[in-house]
């Protein structure tokens, strides 16, 4: 750092979330084929089929979110706009934490202290509002309500 002083542990975990995390991301969803029905990509993985899909025909709040970000990683991003859009608005939101983490490493910041220092409660709220509205937006096209085409 310019100023002599060591980073945080935190400082460092960050930037092996960012940098790691974002790395497995990309794999993974380059790894899966979206699914055409715009949700089920996970299923791809081993894991289940959305239970309430199953059940009652209608998507999860997460649902479409994996087939998003797949469809996002390949640069396909209207397609994976009309999947989920929160699926699409998080793929976008981990390359911003990883250039935001890049940038503070290099201009010299404790990423742990920076990260402290943010309005935790607002931006969850943001977060879970997005989500709502991209569950309200999936409800829409599974239910017939909203033809995308």
Do not use: N
């Not at 797949?70 to 981990?94: D, M």
């Not at 977060?127 to 991209?134: E, H, R, S, V, Y």
């Amino acid at each position: 750092m310019p100023d002599g002083t060591k980073r945080s542990t935190e400082h460092w975990f960050l930037l092996l979330v960012a940098g790691g995390g974002a790395l497995c991301l990309v794999a993974i969803a380059l790894f899966l084929e979206p699914d055409s029905r715009g949700y089920g990509t996970h299923e791809k993985l081993g894991f289940a089929p959305c239970l309430p899909m199953k059940l009652w025909g209608i998507p999860c709040p997460g649902c479409g979110v994996t087939t998003s970000v797949a469809h996002a990683v390949r640069g396909a991003l209207g397609q994976s706009l009309r999947a989920q859009p929160f699926g699409l608005l998080l793929f976008l939101g981990a390359l911003v934490f990883v250039g935001w983490a890049g940038y503070g490493h290099l201009r010299g910041r404790d990423l742990g202290l920076t990260l402290r220092e943010l309005r935790w409660k607002r931006w969850a709220i943001w977060a879970a509002l997005a989500m709502l509205a991209g569950w309200v937006y999936k409800l829409a096209i599974v239910c017939g309500w909203l033809d995308i085409g």
